[in-house]
Protein backbone atom coordinates (compact mmCIF):
# COMPACT_ATOMS: atom_id res chain seq x y z
CA UNK A 1 0.00 0.00 0.00
CA UNK A 2 1.34 3.72 -1.13
CA UNK A 3 1.17 6.72 1.34
CA UNK A 4 -1.79 7.93 -1.10
CA UNK A 5 -3.59 4.73 -0.50
CA UNK A 6 -2.69 4.97 3.21
CA UNK A 7 -4.02 8.50 3.70
CA UNK A 8 -7.12 7.20 1.85
CA UNK A 9 -7.61 4.47 4.14
CA UNK A 10 -7.29 6.74 7.35
CA UNK A 11 -9.93 8.67 5.87
CA UNK A 12 -7.86 11.71 5.50
CA UNK A 13 -8.47 13.08 1.76
CA UNK A 14 -10.90 14.95 0.99
CA UNK A 15 -10.53 16.80 -2.53
CA UNK A 16 -7.70 16.98 -5.10
CA UNK A 17 -6.61 18.44 -8.30
CA UNK A 18 -5.30 15.68 -10.35
CA UNK A 19 -5.40 12.20 -8.56
CA UNK A 20 -3.30 10.07 -10.96
CA UNK A 21 -0.53 12.99 -10.95
CA UNK A 22 -0.55 13.32 -6.86
CA UNK A 23 -0.46 9.65 -6.32
CA UNK A 24 2.32 9.25 -8.69
CA UNK A 25 4.32 12.15 -6.87
CA UNK A 26 3.68 11.36 -3.27
CA UNK A 27 3.73 7.08 -3.48
CA UNK A 28 7.50 7.92 -5.38
CA UNK A 29 8.74 10.45 -3.17
CA UNK A 30 8.91 13.10 -5.32
CA UNK A 31 6.44 15.91 -4.04
CA UNK A 32 7.76 18.99 -2.63
CA UNK A 33 5.05 20.21 -1.09
CA UNK A 34 3.90 23.12 1.74
CA UNK A 35 1.24 23.76 4.05
CA UNK A 36 0.94 27.18 5.65
CA UNK A 37 0.49 28.10 8.99
CA UNK A 38 -0.24 31.50 9.97
CA UNK A 39 1.08 32.45 13.37
CA UNK A 40 -2.39 33.84 15.42
CA UNK A 41 -1.01 32.65 18.55
CA UNK A 42 2.31 31.74 20.57
CA UNK A 43 1.47 28.12 20.58
CA UNK A 44 0.07 25.57 17.68
CA UNK A 45 -3.16 23.82 18.58
CA UNK A 46 -5.12 20.83 17.46
CA UNK A 47 -6.37 22.23 14.69
CA UNK A 48 -2.78 22.38 13.37
CA UNK A 49 -2.18 18.54 14.90
CA UNK A 50 -3.99 17.01 11.50
CA UNK A 51 -1.49 19.38 9.20
CA UNK A 52 1.74 18.42 11.29
CA UNK A 53 0.31 14.41 11.15
CA UNK A 54 0.27 14.34 7.21
CA UNK A 55 3.72 16.35 6.78
CA UNK A 56 5.56 13.71 9.09
CA UNK A 57 3.45 10.88 6.94
CA UNK A 58 4.50 12.06 3.43
CA UNK A 59 8.30 12.57 4.90
CA UNK A 60 8.58 9.50 5.71
CA UNK A 61 7.36 7.91 2.54
CA UNK A 62 10.64 10.18 1.09
CA UNK A 63 8.22 13.59 0.27
CA UNK A 64 9.94 16.73 0.83
CA UNK A 65 7.73 19.42 3.16
CA UNK A 66 7.80 22.92 3.32
CA UNK A 67 5.87 24.61 6.40
CA UNK A 68 5.56 27.79 5.67
CA UNK A 69 4.73 30.37 8.03
CA UNK A 70 2.43 33.36 7.23
CA UNK A 71 4.68 36.06 9.10
CA UNK A 72 3.43 38.05 6.02
CA UNK A 73 -0.54 36.75 5.46
CA UNK A 74 -0.94 37.28 8.95
CA UNK A 75 -0.66 40.72 8.76
CA UNK A 76 -4.06 40.41 6.34
CA UNK A 77 -5.98 37.47 8.53
CA UNK A 78 -7.60 34.52 6.80
CA UNK A 79 -11.11 34.64 6.34
CA UNK A 80 -12.31 31.04 6.15
CA UNK A 81 -14.77 29.75 9.26
CA UNK A 82 -15.46 33.53 10.50
CA UNK A 83 -18.39 35.35 10.77
CA UNK A 84 -16.17 38.80 12.00
CA UNK A 85 -12.97 39.96 11.16
CA UNK A 86 -9.90 38.96 12.88
CA UNK A 87 -8.18 41.45 15.51
CA UNK A 88 -5.04 42.82 13.93
CA UNK A 89 -2.18 42.01 15.16
CA UNK A 90 1.39 44.22 15.12
CA UNK A 91 4.51 43.12 13.49
CA UNK A 92 6.05 42.10 16.56
CA UNK A 93 3.57 39.89 18.12
CA UNK A 94 3.32 38.26 14.78
CA UNK A 95 7.24 38.00 15.25
CA UNK A 96 7.00 36.42 18.25
CA UNK A 97 4.70 34.00 17.46
CA UNK A 98 6.71 33.12 14.37
CA UNK A 99 9.63 31.58 16.49
CA UNK A 100 7.39 30.27 19.15
CA UNK A 101 6.00 27.61 15.91
CA UNK A 102 9.73 27.47 14.76
CA UNK A 103 10.66 25.65 17.82
CA UNK A 104 7.29 23.64 18.49
CA UNK A 105 7.76 22.21 14.23
CA UNK A 106 11.19 21.34 14.95
CA UNK A 107 10.54 18.76 17.57
CA UNK A 108 7.77 17.16 15.15
CA UNK A 109 9.35 17.50 11.32
CA UNK A 110 12.84 16.35 10.20
CA UNK A 111 14.71 19.45 9.68
CA UNK A 112 18.08 18.28 9.21
CA UNK A 113 19.96 18.28 6.28
CA UNK A 114 17.29 19.99 3.85
CA UNK A 115 15.12 16.93 4.57
CA UNK A 116 12.71 19.62 5.28
CA UNK A 117 12.44 23.87 4.87
CA UNK A 118 10.94 25.87 7.69
CA UNK A 119 10.41 29.45 5.77
CA UNK A 120 8.00 32.38 6.46
CA UNK A 121 6.16 34.19 3.64
CA UNK A 122 7.20 37.82 5.30
CA UNK A 123 9.94 37.23 3.25
CA UNK A 124 8.43 37.78 -0.22
CA UNK A 125 5.07 39.35 0.88
CA UNK A 126 5.69 42.42 2.65
CA UNK A 127 8.20 43.78 0.11
CA UNK A 128 5.85 43.61 -2.97
CA UNK A 129 4.90 46.76 -4.44
CA UNK A 130 0.82 47.51 -4.68
CA UNK A 131 0.91 48.29 -8.17
CA UNK A 132 2.73 45.69 -9.16
CA UNK A 133 0.87 43.50 -7.75
CA UNK A 134 -2.32 44.61 -9.28
CA UNK A 135 -0.81 44.04 -12.39
CA UNK A 136 1.08 40.94 -12.17
CA UNK A 137 -1.31 38.94 -9.71
CA UNK A 138 -4.58 40.55 -9.56
CA UNK A 139 -5.08 40.44 -13.25
CA UNK A 140 -5.41 36.92 -13.39
CA UNK A 141 -7.76 36.51 -10.63
CA UNK A 142 -11.74 36.97 -11.26
CA UNK A 143 -13.04 38.82 -8.75
CA UNK A 144 -16.79 37.11 -9.68
CA UNK A 145 -15.69 33.73 -9.16
CA UNK A 146 -13.32 35.13 -6.04
CA UNK A 147 -17.14 35.78 -4.43
CA UNK A 148 -18.21 32.40 -4.95
CA UNK A 149 -15.80 31.19 -2.66
CA UNK A 150 -16.48 28.90 0.29
CA UNK A 151 -13.84 30.92 2.44
CA UNK A 152 -15.38 34.50 1.76
CA UNK A 153 -19.17 33.17 2.41
CA UNK A 154 -20.16 33.91 6.01
CA UNK A 155 -17.91 36.75 6.15
CA UNK A 156 -19.77 38.13 3.42
CA UNK A 157 -23.39 38.26 5.30
CA UNK A 158 -21.69 40.73 7.58
CA UNK A 159 -20.00 42.56 5.25
CA UNK A 160 -16.15 41.51 3.61
CA UNK A 161 -13.56 43.46 4.40
CA UNK A 162 -11.32 43.99 1.06
CA UNK A 163 -8.38 43.40 3.65
CA UNK A 164 -9.56 40.35 3.97
CA UNK A 165 -10.42 40.08 0.11
CA UNK A 166 -6.92 40.34 -0.48
CA UNK A 167 -6.30 36.81 1.44
CA UNK A 168 -6.42 34.39 -1.52
CA UNK A 169 -4.20 36.58 -3.52
CA UNK A 170 -1.32 36.52 -1.03
CA UNK A 171 -2.15 32.67 -0.38
CA UNK A 172 -2.09 31.88 -4.10
CA UNK A 173 1.42 33.95 -4.51
CA UNK A 174 2.80 32.61 -1.92
CA UNK A 175 2.39 29.14 -3.90
CA UNK A 176 3.63 30.62 -7.09
CA UNK A 177 6.76 31.90 -4.69
CA UNK A 178 7.13 28.75 -3.41
CA UNK A 179 7.18 26.74 -6.98
CA UNK A 180 9.42 29.05 -8.38
CA UNK A 181 11.83 29.46 -5.43
CA UNK A 182 12.00 25.82 -4.04
CA UNK A 183 10.45 23.70 -7.00
CA UNK A 184 7.21 23.42 -4.31
CA UNK A 185 5.03 21.28 -6.75
CA UNK A 186 2.08 20.47 -4.24
CA UNK A 187 -0.07 22.45 -1.70
CA UNK A 188 -1.92 20.36 0.84
CA UNK A 189 -4.04 22.34 3.72
CA UNK A 190 -7.75 21.83 5.29
CA UNK A 191 -10.58 21.70 3.68
CA UNK A 192 -11.66 24.90 3.76
CA UNK A 193 -9.16 26.26 2.10
CA UNK A 194 -9.77 24.45 -1.30
CA UNK A 195 -10.56 27.77 -2.76
CA UNK A 196 -7.42 29.76 -2.15
CA UNK A 197 -5.54 26.57 -3.08
CA UNK A 198 -7.33 26.69 -6.68
CA UNK A 199 -5.92 29.90 -7.02
CA UNK A 200 -2.84 29.28 -6.38
CA UNK A 201 -2.55 26.65 -8.84
CA UNK A 202 -3.86 28.72 -11.12
CA UNK A 203 -1.91 31.76 -10.85
CA UNK A 204 1.15 29.43 -11.52
CA UNK A 205 -0.45 27.62 -14.75
CA UNK A 206 -1.04 31.55 -16.23
CA UNK A 207 2.35 33.15 -15.23
CA UNK A 208 4.87 29.87 -15.45
CA UNK A 209 2.65 27.50 -17.95
CA UNK A 210 3.45 25.01 -15.53
CA UNK A 211 1.18 22.16 -13.56
CA UNK A 212 1.23 22.26 -9.86
CA UNK A 213 -1.30 20.44 -7.54
CA UNK A 214 -3.18 20.62 -4.71
CA UNK A 215 -5.05 18.19 -1.90
CA UNK A 216 -7.30 18.95 0.97
CA UNK A 217 -7.90 16.50 4.08
CA UNK A 218 -10.95 16.42 6.40
CA UNK A 219 -11.17 18.97 8.66
CA UNK A 220 -11.22 17.05 12.53
CA UNK A 221 -14.67 17.17 13.13
CA UNK A 222 -16.60 15.97 15.90
CA UNK A 223 -19.59 13.13 15.75
CA UNK A 224 -21.99 16.42 15.89
CA UNK A 225 -19.65 17.82 13.11
CA UNK A 226 -17.76 20.78 15.27
CA UNK A 227 -14.34 21.12 15.22
CA UNK A 228 -12.33 19.56 17.82
CA UNK A 229 -9.72 20.74 19.51
CA UNK A 230 -11.89 23.07 21.87
CA UNK A 231 -12.59 23.00 25.45
CA UNK A 232 -14.67 25.02 28.02
CA UNK A 233 -11.36 26.86 28.87
CA UNK A 234 -10.42 27.65 25.05
CA UNK A 235 -8.55 25.68 22.68
CA UNK A 236 -6.08 22.41 23.38
CA UNK A 237 -2.90 23.94 22.82
CA UNK A 238 0.94 21.59 21.82
CA UNK A 239 2.84 23.95 23.94
CA UNK A 240 2.94 22.35 27.46
CA UNK A 241 2.91 25.51 29.42
CA UNK A 242 -0.45 26.68 27.93
CA UNK A 243 -2.17 22.74 27.73
CA UNK A 244 -0.28 20.84 30.45
CA UNK A 245 0.67 16.82 29.34
CA UNK A 246 -2.11 15.78 31.77
CA UNK A 247 -4.64 17.85 30.06
CA UNK A 248 -3.73 16.84 26.54
CA UNK A 249 -3.85 13.53 27.74
CA UNK A 250 -6.99 13.91 28.96
CA UNK A 251 -8.80 15.61 26.39
CA UNK A 252 -8.40 13.01 23.46
CA UNK A 253 -8.96 10.46 27.00
CA UNK A 254 -12.34 12.01 26.83
CA UNK A 255 -13.40 12.39 23.52
CA UNK A 256 -16.89 10.62 22.75
CA UNK A 257 -17.16 7.17 21.95
CA UNK A 258 -18.09 7.25 18.09
CA UNK A 259 -14.94 9.77 17.73
CA UNK A 260 -12.02 7.35 19.49
CA UNK A 261 -11.61 4.96 16.28
CA UNK A 262 -11.42 8.24 13.43
CA UNK A 263 -9.04 9.89 15.63
CA UNK A 264 -6.93 7.01 15.60
CA UNK A 265 -6.67 6.61 12.19
CA UNK A 266 -6.48 10.16 11.59
CA UNK A 267 -4.13 10.94 13.81
CA UNK A 268 -1.78 8.32 14.82
CA UNK A 269 0.61 6.53 13.19
CA UNK A 270 -0.27 3.10 14.73
CA UNK A 271 -1.23 0.28 11.57
CA UNK A 272 -4.51 -0.11 10.24
CA UNK A 273 -4.67 -3.38 10.77
CA UNK A 274 -3.85 -2.90 14.72
CA UNK A 275 -6.42 0.12 14.83
CA UNK A 276 -8.95 -2.47 13.48
CA UNK A 277 -8.80 -4.38 16.07
CA UNK A 278 -9.60 -1.76 18.72
CA UNK A 279 -12.46 -0.96 16.15
CA UNK A 280 -14.09 -4.31 17.88
CA UNK A 281 -14.13 -3.18 20.50
CA UNK A 282 -17.83 -2.34 21.83
CA UNK A 283 -19.52 -0.95 25.08
CA UNK A 284 -17.24 0.05 28.26
CA UNK A 285 -14.05 -1.51 26.26
CA UNK A 286 -14.18 1.56 24.09
CA UNK A 287 -12.17 3.13 26.66
CA UNK A 288 -9.44 0.97 25.80
CA UNK A 289 -9.60 2.20 22.27
CA UNK A 290 -9.52 6.04 23.92
CA UNK A 291 -6.78 5.29 26.57
CA UNK A 292 -4.58 4.07 23.38
CA UNK A 293 -5.34 7.63 21.41
CA UNK A 294 -4.63 9.46 24.48
CA UNK A 295 -1.39 7.82 25.06
CA UNK A 296 0.30 7.62 21.64
CA UNK A 297 -0.71 11.84 20.66
CA UNK A 298 0.56 12.72 24.21
CA UNK A 299 3.88 10.59 23.52
CA UNK A 300 3.92 12.47 19.67
CA UNK A 301 3.69 15.92 21.03
CA UNK A 302 5.67 15.68 24.68
CA UNK A 303 7.12 12.70 24.65
CA UNK A 304 7.10 8.98 26.07
CA UNK A 305 8.22 10.20 29.44
CA UNK A 306 5.15 12.65 29.87
CA UNK A 307 2.88 10.21 27.98
CA UNK A 308 3.31 7.64 30.68
CA UNK A 309 3.18 9.84 33.54
CA UNK A 310 -0.27 11.39 32.22
CA UNK A 311 -1.08 8.27 31.67
CA UNK A 312 -0.18 6.93 35.22
CA UNK A 313 -2.09 9.59 37.11
CA UNK A 314 -5.23 9.44 34.57
CA UNK A 315 -5.32 5.70 35.77
CA UNK A 316 -5.09 6.17 39.42
CA UNK A 317 -7.90 8.50 39.46
CA UNK A 318 -10.04 6.94 37.41
CA UNK A 319 -9.05 4.04 39.72
CA UNK A 320 -8.56 4.04 43.54
CA UNK A 321 -7.83 7.96 43.03
CA UNK A 322 -4.53 7.30 45.53
CA UNK A 323 -1.75 8.53 43.26
CA UNK A 324 -2.21 12.64 42.95
CA UNK A 325 1.68 12.99 42.23
CA UNK A 326 1.03 14.10 38.11
CA UNK A 327 -2.26 15.53 39.34
CA UNK A 328 -2.54 19.38 37.74
CA UNK A 329 -1.41 21.29 40.92
CA UNK A 330 -2.03 24.82 42.23
CA UNK A 331 -0.10 26.44 45.01
CA UNK A 332 -1.80 28.64 47.44
CA UNK A 333 -0.04 31.15 50.09
CA UNK A 334 -1.38 32.50 53.03
CA UNK A 335 -2.38 35.89 51.26
CA UNK A 336 -4.78 33.87 49.00
CA UNK A 337 -6.92 33.61 52.09
CA UNK A 338 -9.00 36.03 53.96
CA UNK A 339 -9.64 35.49 57.75
CA UNK A 340 -8.09 31.84 57.05
CA UNK A 341 -10.98 30.92 54.03
CA UNK A 342 -11.71 31.66 50.67
CA UNK A 343 -14.59 31.33 48.54
CA UNK A 344 -15.35 28.16 46.22
CA UNK A 345 -15.53 30.64 43.50
CA UNK A 346 -12.52 32.53 43.91
CA UNK A 347 -10.87 28.92 44.65
CA UNK A 348 -12.04 27.40 41.05
CA UNK A 349 -10.94 30.60 39.35
CA UNK A 350 -7.35 30.61 40.77
CA UNK A 351 -6.95 27.15 39.68
CA UNK A 352 -8.37 28.09 36.16
CA UNK A 353 -11.49 25.56 36.48
CA UNK A 354 -13.41 28.18 35.40
CA UNK A 355 -13.17 31.18 33.63
CA UNK A 356 -15.48 33.40 35.39
CA UNK A 357 -17.23 33.65 39.22
CA UNK A 358 -20.26 32.98 36.65
CA UNK A 359 -19.45 29.75 35.33
CA UNK A 360 -18.29 28.76 38.72
CA UNK A 361 -21.39 29.72 39.94
CA UNK A 362 -23.60 27.93 37.45
CA UNK A 363 -21.25 24.59 38.52
CA UNK A 364 -21.93 24.54 41.95
CA UNK A 365 -25.54 24.75 41.45
CA UNK A 366 -25.88 22.09 38.88
CA UNK A 367 -23.93 19.89 41.61
CA UNK A 368 -20.41 20.15 39.13
CA UNK A 369 -18.50 20.53 41.99
CA UNK A 370 -16.50 18.16 44.69
CA UNK A 371 -14.18 18.52 47.23
CA UNK A 372 -12.39 15.39 48.47
CA UNK A 373 -15.37 13.87 46.90
CA UNK A 374 -18.19 15.85 48.74
CA UNK A 375 -20.74 17.72 46.44
CA UNK A 376 -20.89 21.12 46.66
CA UNK A 377 -24.03 22.53 47.03
CA UNK A 378 -23.65 25.97 48.54
CA UNK A 379 -21.95 28.95 46.37
CA UNK A 380 -20.98 30.36 49.72
CA UNK A 381 -18.81 27.50 50.66
CA UNK A 382 -15.32 28.47 51.98
CA UNK A 383 -12.42 26.27 52.01
CA UNK A 384 -10.24 27.55 55.29
CA UNK A 385 -6.06 27.47 54.80
CA UNK A 386 -6.21 24.27 57.19
CA UNK A 387 -7.97 22.56 54.83
CA UNK A 388 -5.73 22.59 52.47
CA UNK A 389 -2.42 22.36 54.49
CA UNK A 390 -2.74 18.79 53.94
CA UNK A 391 -4.12 19.37 50.09
CA UNK A 392 -7.32 19.13 48.58
CA UNK A 393 -8.91 17.60 45.26
CA UNK A 394 -11.38 19.49 43.69
CA UNK A 395 -13.65 17.47 41.00
CA UNK A 396 -15.32 19.35 37.94
CA UNK A 397 -17.70 17.40 36.68
CA UNK A 398 -16.88 13.40 36.37
CA UNK A 399 -13.53 13.51 34.93
CA UNK A 400 -11.93 16.88 36.25
CA UNK A 401 -9.20 16.62 38.86
CA UNK A 402 -7.30 18.74 40.12
CA UNK A 403 -5.17 19.12 43.54
CA UNK A 404 -4.86 22.43 45.66
CA UNK A 405 -1.52 22.84 48.12
CA UNK A 406 -0.31 25.17 50.86
CA UNK A 407 3.46 26.92 49.99
Given at each position: ?????????????????????????????????????????????????????????????????????????????????????????????????????????????????????????????????????????????????????????????????????????????????????????????????????????????????????????????????????????????????????????????????????????????LPLS????????????????KEVL??????????????????????????????????????????????????????????????????????????????????????????????????????????????????
Amino acid sequence: MGVYEELQERGLIAQVTDEKEIKELVNNGKAVFYIGFDPTADSLHVGHFMALCLMKRLQMAGNKPIALIGGGTAMIGDPSGRTDMRQMMTKETIDHNVECFKKQMSKFIDFSDEKALLVNNAEWLLDLNYVEVLRDVGAHFSVNRMLTAECYKQRMEKGLSFLEFNYMIMQSYDFYALYKKYGCNMQFGGDDQWSNMLGGTELIRRKLGKDAYAMTINLLLNSEGKKMGKTQSGAVWLDGEKTSPYDFYQYWRNVDDADAIKCLKMLTFLPLSEIAELEKLEGSEINKAKEVLAYELTNLIHGEEEAKKAQEAARALFGAKSNTDNMPTTEFSEEDFTDGEIGILDLLVKCSLTASKGEGRRLVQQGGISVDDVKINEIAYKVSIDDIKNSIIIKKGKKVFHKVILK
